[in-house]
């Protein structure tokens, strides 16, 4: 409590509400980058190595989702969203025709255009932009 001159009193402010707890897509977000720098291997599916479908197969594995081990698979499980909708966590599936049709990558989103992905042979887990306009959206399921 402050006390303002000696007639008025004014009461702190209330206490801020608790931190509302983490979704588990945020919680997936935060696993994905804890594996920055893991190599990617073809086929590969965690803990420490990883290929597209393995590394997100994994992520949400470890906040109790499943999902097959195929990007193409993966957008068949997930809720599809509008592009303008997307929020970090969900999955960016990236296609050669803009279609379901056509998938061949998959990252999860992480917010204002970056994903983390395990790109392709020869690199690591990264943060990257999404770098085509040529992708759908998936929101795995609650």
Not at 125 to 141: D, E, F, M, N, P
């Amino acid at each position: 409590m402050v006390t303002v001159g000696a007639a008025a009193t004014v009461l702190p402010p209330a206490a801020t509400a608790e931190a509302s707890p983490m979704t588990f897509r945020q919680h997936a977000v935060q696993i994905a980058a804890a594996h920055n720098g893991d190599p990617y291997v073809y086929g590969a599916a965690g803990p420490h190595r990883f290929d597209c479908s393995g590394f997100t197969l994994y992520v949400y594995r470890q906040v109790g989702k499943s999902l097959v081990h195929n990007a193409e698979g993966q957008y068949s499980q997930t809720q599809h969203i509008a592009k303008s909708d997307k929020r970090a966590g969900d999955l960016i599936f990236y296609t050669s025709n803009g279609r379901a049709s056509g998938i061949t990558h998959v990252a999860i989103y992480a917010g204002n255009g970056y994903t983390w992905v395990a790109p392709h042979s020869g690199s690591n887990v990264h943060k990257q932009a999404i770098y085509t306009s040529r992708y759908l959206v998936g929101r795995v399921r609650g």
